[in-house]
C-alpha cells in the first residue's frame, strides 16, 4: 500500500502574513518612539505589504527611515521578519537613487583604501571644523559627526609582515574576518584578537581575500555591488569551512549578522554550508570553556567597572550573553548591564544629516544610562555603537575582546592548555 | 398623523443592491420624484456577495451569447462612469493540461462574436503576464475582463440618485404591499431604528429586491417563481495575482479568481437552495474543499496563501411564465410589468441579470416606469459618470503629496476608495490622519466622512464605505475605535456595544469554515481583547 505522507494543506508560507496585528513591534521600534514620519514597523512591514502587492504605488519613501535595528523581530512573538520585509520593500520598490554621499559612506572599503594611504593628511582634515562644515554643507554628512581616525598602516599590512608566519605553529586553526573597521581604522582590535586566540592555542589566518560584508552598501541601496561583495565572500568562507576545515571568526557584530542572515533574506545569496561555522569571537571562545576544552588564566591585578551595551544586531543574533559571559569571567571586572537599548547610529544612518536628530534622540537613553552608571568604560561589540556612545556620552568604549586581551595571563592561559 | 400621507411619489423602489440604486438613479435624472427603500442596508445581498469580477463576458460567449454582448456593452460603459470602482487589470483564460485546448479557438471565435475583444498568449509570455498563474499552462486568451468594487458601485449610484433628489431610507423593511383594488397605491414599511411601522405611497412600485423579491411579489399577490443558487467564495489575505484568471472551458465551479482591492477572491460554488434558506448564508466544509482544490489549479500558490473568510451569495433565477418546473432557467435580464402579467396596475418587478448588467436592468425598468407615468425623457446613465469617477489628473502616486508622512497610507487608500470625491475627507492634522483601520488605511477623517454623509447606521454598513475591518485582523484593531467613532456621533453607548458585538460575530461568521493556521491565532487573539480585556459578552449579541 501507498504511504500517505501528511502534508499541512492550506498553511502560509508568506511570512507576512503570520501577523497577528499585536503590535508589539511597534512599541519596541526605537525610530518611532522620535520621529512621528516614520510609519512603525507593522505599517511599513507585514500591513504595507499587503499594500504594495495591490499596487507597488503604496510603497512609501519613509521606509527609509527604518533604521534595520531589527528589534521588531526580537519582539514578534509570531516569527515575522519585519526588519527583512522593510528592508526588502526598500530594495524593490525604492525609486530613490544613491547619492555620492551615499556612496562615499556605502563603499567603506574603497574609501578606507584611499583614507588610510593618506591617514595623516585625511584624519588632520577630517577633523577640521571648516572641512566637517563644507561636508555637511556638500554632502549632507552631518558635522557633529567624526570620522573614525584612519590607521597608517593597515591590518592585513601588519599581519602579513609580523603576524603570518608565527601562526603556522599552532596545531588549531581559524580564520578571521577582520571588516573594514578593523582593517583601515583599529588594527588594535585584531592584534587583541591575535593575542587571545594564540593563547588559546589557535593560529589566526586571514581568509583568501575578505571583501566588505557590505552592510552599508545594503542600507544605501547599492544593491547590485553588495550582492557580488556577498557571493565573493561566501566563497572566501567556504574554502577555509569547507576545504579547510577552519571555522571563520569575528569581531564585529554586524559584519557576522550581515553575513549569516542579510546575505540570505535580502540579498538572496545562498550560505547555508558555511553558515553556522561563521561566528563571534566572544561566542567561539565561550564554547570552548563551556565545553571544557578551553581554560583563561587572568591577571591577578586587574581591576575595572565596566558596562556593556548590547547592539541591535546582538540582540537579534541572541549573542550578547557570550560576550557578556566572558567578561563576567575576569576577576577583578566589576560589570554593569545596560538595559539593551539602540543607540541610534544604525551605521552610516547617523552620519546623515537628515537623520542626525531622530539618531541622538533614539540614543538619549542610553545615554543618560552610561553616565549614570559611573564606570570606567563602556563595553560593546560593534564599532558604529562605539562611535555614537563616545561622541555622545564622556565615556571611552572598548570591545569585550580588546577587554579580554587587557585582562588575560597569555603565560598561564598557555601553559594550561600545553600540560 | 404620518406626514407621508401627503406626499405621493412618483415611484417608490424596493431594494439597495446595484439594480434598485441604479434604478433610483435613472428615474431621478430622468425627473421623477423617488425613494428607495432597504431593509438593511445598501449591497447587502446578492449584489456584495459574488466575485466583483468586471465580466468582459467572455465566460459566458460560449454557452450565451446574448449574456455576453450585454456584459461586454455595460464593461466599456462602467469603465467610463464609474472609473474609480473599477480596476483595469485585463483578465487570462487557462487552458490546463486537463482541458481540452480545442476549447479554445471555438471559445475566441464565439469571443469575437459577441464583440468581446481577444489575445491568444503564447504560455511563456502568459506566466510572464501573470507569475502566479499555472505554470503547467498549456494556453492563455487575454480578455478585457476587471475589477469592480460592488459596494462602492452601489453607493455611488445611491449617491448620484441622492444628488438628483431621491428620498432613501435604509433599515426599512417591506412588510406589505399596499393596494387599492387592482392597483398598488405604496408601501408598508417597519423601520428598524425606531421599531416601528410606516407608510409611503407612490403612483408605482418597483420590486428590485433580487431574490427577496419573490417574497416582495407575495405582498402584491403575484406569484413568480424563483430558484435562488446559493454561491460560495473564498476571500484570500492578500492579491497573489494581477489579472483575473479563468479556465478556458465551459463553466465550472470555482475556476475565477479575482483580484479585488488588498484581497483576491476564488468562486463559485453553485448550488440550488430552498426558498426558505435565502437569509441563512453559510459556506459548508465540502465548499471549501472545492474551492481550493479547483483554485490551487489555476494559481498553484493559492495552497499556501492565508484565507482571511468563506462568504456565499444568492443569485435570483427566474423560472420562464410558460415553464413552472424550473427546467428552462434564465440567466438573463427579467422585467415584468405585472398590469400586463396579473392585471395588478403599477407594480413593476425588475430580476435577473448580474452585477455587469444592472444599470441596463435599470434603464430597461426605467424605461417602463416612464412609459406608465407618460414621462418621455431619454436615459442618460451610459454617458454620465457617477460621483467620485470624474476623471480627475491627480494619479495615485501624488495623492500623497507629501512624502515623509504617515498619513501617505491613509491618503492614497481614500483615493483608491472614493475616487474625486476623496477630497471632502479631512486630513492633514494629525488627528484626521490617525488610523482607525490600520490593514486597510482607514483614516478618522475618512470614516467620519462615511458616517456623515454616507447614510451609515451601524459598523457593518462602515465596512462597507471604507473597508473598516475588511483586512487581515478582520476587525481585531479597528472595531473598537470605529465603534468609539460612531459613537461619539450617533449612537447611545449601550447600543454601541451591541453593534460592536453584531460586527465582530459577523467577521467570524466568515472566518469560522476557514478557521486554521494563523486565521484561528488571529481570531483568538481578538476574543482576548475583546472579551478579556472590553469585557464584551454574548449577551450583547
Known amino acids: 500500500m501507498k504511504k500517505e505522507i501528511f502534508k499541512p494543506y492550506n498553511v502560509s508560507d508568506n511570512n507576512f ?11 519596541y521600534c526605537p525610530v518611532l518612539e522620535v520621529n512621528p514620519d516614520y510609519p512603525g514597523p507593522k505599517q511599513s512591514g507585514p500591513d504595507g505589504e499587503r499594500m504594495r502587492l495591490k499596487d507597488p504605488e503604496f510603497y512609501d519613501e519613509a521606509l527609509k527611515l527604518c533604521l534595520n535595528c531589527k528589534r521588531c523581530e526580537v519582539a514578534c512573538p509570531s516569527g515575522v521578519k519585519i526588519g527583512d520585509i522593510i528592508q526588502s520593500a526598500r530594495i524593490k520598490y525604492s525609486k530613490s537613487k544613491p547619492k555620492l554621499r551615499d556612496m562615499i559612506l556605502a563603499n567603506t572599503d574603497i574609501v578606507g583604501t584611499m583614507a588610510s ?33 584612519y590607521t597608517g598602516l593597515r591590518f592585513e599590512t601588519w599581519y602579513r609582515r609580523y603576524a603570518e608566519k608565527k601562526q603556522k605553529e599552532f596545531k588549531k586553526h581559524v580564520s578571521y574576518f577582520h571588516g573594514c573597521y578593523v582593517n583601515y581604522n583599529f588594527p588594535q582590535l585584531g592584534k587583541d584578537l591575535i593575542k587571545i586566540m594564540n593563547a588559546a592555542g589557535y593560529g589566526v589566518h586571514l581568509l583568501e581575500k575578505e571583501k566588505c560584508c557590505g552592510v552599508a552598501l545594503i542600507s544605501n541601496g547599492l544593491i547590485k555591488q553588495a550582492t557580488k561583495q556577498a557571493k565573493h565572500n561566501v566563497e572566501a568562507f567556504k574554502k577555509s569551512i569547507v576545504d579547510k576545515n577552519m571555522p ?68 537579534k543574533l541572541g549573542w550578547s550573553i557570550y560576550s557578556t559571559t566572558l567578561l563576567r569571567m575576569i576577576p577583578g571586572l566589576e560589570f554593569v548591564n545596560l538595559e539593551s537599548q539602540c543607540c541610534g547610529i544604525a551605521g552610516t544612518y547617523g552620519f546623515k544629516k537628515e537623520n542626525y536628530e531622530t539618531s541622538q534622540e533614539v540614543g538619549k537613553p542610553l545615554f543618560e544610562q552610561i553616565e549614570k552608571s559611573k564606570v570606567d568604560f563602556v563595553a560593546t561589540d560593534c564599532e558604529t555603537c562605539k562611535w555614537q556612545i563616545e561622541m555622545s556620552t564622556s565615556n571611552k568604549v572598548q570591545h569585550p575582546v580588546s577587554i579580554l586581551a587587557e585582562a588575560i595571563d597569555v603565560e598561564a592561559t598557555m601553559k594550561l592548555w600545553q600540560e | 398623523m404620518n406626514k407621508n400621507r401627503s406626499k405621493e411619489y ?19 435624472m430622468r425627473g421623477l420624484s423617488v425613494l428607495l427603500v432597504e431593509r438593511h442596508d445598501f449591497a447587502t445581498g446578492a449584489t456584495g ?42 483578465g487570462l483564460f487557462l487552458t490546463l493540461p486537463e482541458d481540452d485546448i480545442a476549447f479554445q479557438s471555438q471559445f475566441v471565435d464565439a469571443c469575437s462574436s459577441a464583440g468581446i475583444s481577444t489575445e491568444i498568449i503564447d504560455p511563456k509570455l502568459a506566466l510572464q503576464m501573470e507569475p502566479s498563474a499555472n505554470p503547467d499552462l498549456i494556453g492563455a486568451v487575454r480578455v478585457p475582463d476587471g475589477s469592480v468594487d460592488p459596494f462602492r458601485l452601489t453607493m455611488s449610484n445611491a449617491l448620484d440618485a441622492r444628488l438628483h433628489g431621491t ?18 397605491i405604496g408601501v408598508e414599511l417597519f423601520d428598524h431604528g425606531k421599531k416601528e411601522k410606516v407608510n409611503y405611497y407612490g403612483k408605482i412600485v418597483c420590486n428590485a429586491a433580487g431574490i427577496w423579491g419573490h417574497h416582495i411579489a407575495n405582498f402584491a399577490g403575484v406569484n413568480i417563481n424563483m430558484f435562488p443558487a446559493k454561491g460560495s467564495l473564498l476571500i484570500f489575505g492578500h492579491r497573489v495575482n494581477k489579472m483575473v484568471l479563468n479556465r478556458c472551458r465551459k463553466p465550472a465551479n470555482a475556476d475565477i479568481l479575482v483580484p479585488g482591492d488588498t484581497i483576491c477572491l476564488i468562486g463559485t460554488t453553485s448550488e440550488r437552495i430552498p ?33 482571511l473568510r468563506a462568504y456565499a451569495g444568492v443569485r ?56 406608465k407615468l407618460s414621462v418621455d425623457k431619454k436615459c442618460e446613465t451610459a454617458s454620465i459618470p457617477l460621483p467620485g469617477s470624474e476623471k480627475s489628473e491627480e494619479t495615485l502616486s501624488n495623492a500623497g503629496n507629501k512624502i515623509y508622512t504617515g498619513a501617505s497610507i491613509t491618503q492614497k487608500s481614500a483615493k483608491d476608495r472614493h475616487g474625486s470625491l476623496a477630497h471632502k475627507i479631512a486630513n492633514g492634522d494629525s488627528n484626521e490622519d490617525s488610523m482607525v483601520c490600520e490593514c486597510e488605511g482607514v483614516s478618522i477623517g475618512e470614516v467620519k466622512y462615511a458616517i456623515n454623509e454616507l447614510h451609515v447606521n451601524n459598523l457593518i454598513d462602515l465596512r462597507r464605505r471604507t473597508r473598516v475591518g475588511m483586512g487581515t485582523c478582520q476587525g481585531e484593531l479597528c472595531a473598537c475605535r470605529a465603534a468609539g467613532l460612531l459613537c461619539e456621533s450617533m449612537e447611545e453607548a449601550g447600543k454601541a456595544k451591541d453593534d460592536l458585538a453584531n460586527f465582530l460575530q459577523e467577521r467570524w461568521k466568515g472566518m469560522s469554515p476557514i478557521a486554521w493556521g494563523e486565521t484561528i491565532n488571529e481570531i483568538q487573539f481578538t476574543s482576548w481583547i475583546y472579551e478579556g480585556i472590553y469585557g464584551l459578552k454574548p449577551e450583547n449579541n
Open chain 1, 17 to 27: 502574513e503570520q501577523c497577528v496585528k499585536c503590535t508589539i513591534c511597534t512599541v
Open chain 1, 117 to 149: 594611504t593618506f591617514a595623516p593628511i585625511v584624519n588632520t582634515a577630517v577633523a577640521l571644523k571648516p572641512v566637517r562644515k563644507v561636508m555637511d554643507s556638500v554632502l549632507k554628512i552631518d558635522h557633529h559627526r567624526m570620522f573614525p581616525k
Open chain 1, 248 to 315: 571563520v571568526i569575528s569581531t564585529s557584530s554586524t559584519c557576522i549578522f550581515t553575513i549569516r542572515d542579510e546575505y540570505p533574506h535580502l540579498l538572496g545569496v545562498k550560505n547555508e554550508e558555511i553558515r553556522d561555522e561563521s561566528e563571534l569571537a566572544t561566542r567561539f571562545l565561550f564554547r570552548l570553556i563551556d565545553e571544557g576544552k578551553l581554560k583563561l588564566a587572568f591577571k591577578k591585578n586587574y581591576k575595572k567597572r565596566i558596562a556593556y551595551h548590547t547592539p541591535c544586531h546582538m540582540e
Open chain 2, 10 to 28: 412618483d415611484v417608490i423602489i424596493i431594494g439597495g443592491g446595484a439594480t434598485g440604486a441604479g434604478t433610483a438613479r435613472d428615474c431621478a
Open chain 2, 49 to 90: 456577495r459574488n466575485h466583483g469580477l468586471l465580466h468582459s463576458g467572455a465566460r459566458y460567449a460560449v454557452t450565451d451569447h446574448e449574456s455576453a454582448a450585454e456584459c461586454i456593452e455595460e464593461n466599456m460603459i462602467l469603465r467610463k462612469i464609474a472609473n474609480h470602482c473599477i480596476e483595469e487589470n485585463d
Open chain 2, 167 to 184: 428620498d432613501i431610507l435604509t433599515q426599512h423593511e417591506v412588510t406589505d404591499i399596499l393596494k387599492e383594488q387592482d392597483r398598488v
Open chain 2, 275 to 307: 426558498i426558505e434558506e435565502i437569509d441563512n448564508m453559510y459556506v459548508s466544509k465540502d465548499d471549501v474543499d472545492v474551492l481550493i482544490r479547483e483554485g490551487v489549479k489555476l494559481s498553484p500558490s493559492l495552497a499556501t496563501t492565508r484565507i
Open chain 2, 316 to 371: 435570483p433565477l427566474v423560472a420562464a411564465d410558460d415553464d413552472p418546473s424550473g427546467r428552462s432557467i434564465s440567466r438573463g435580464i427579467v422585467l415584468m410589468d405585472h398590469k400586463e402579467r396579473d392585471g395588478l396596475e403599477g407594480f413593476v418587478t425588475i430580476t435577473g441579470g448580474k452585477l455587469m448588467t444592472y444599470r441596463l436592468m435599470a434603464e430597461e425598468a426605467t424605461d417602463l416606469i416612464c412609459k
